[in-house]
């Protein structure tokens, strides 16, 4: 239980922590913290069910962990795109920043 409330905690500090910087690491982390902490819950609450329930509570895990890559990777392109159109910087621009 201890874990749990460690990473939300650490969610919040860091979700918090990611908009004020902008800063795309730091939110991917951050949502990987509220993953632990959801996948730490649901085992939790399907442990004693039956071996369906928890196939089915594995997979829903496996989609949403993909979802949050998605949206991370939504999220890096976004402030990619703005930061050309801001600076008026070309793909090859875009291309050298390592």
Known sequence: MGALIVNLTMFAIEVVGSWQSGSVSLFADA??????AANY???LFVLGLAMAWRSRTALLKGVTM????????????CICI??????QMSWNDLVSLH
Not at 82 to 87: E, F, G, I, L
């Open 31 to 36: 949502i990987d913290f509220f993953g632990d």
């Open 66 to 77: 993909g979802a949050f890559g998605c949206f991370v990777l939504g999220r890096a392109v």
């Open 41 to 43: 819950a649901l085992s």
């Open 82 to 87: 703005q930061a050309m159109c801001r600076k």
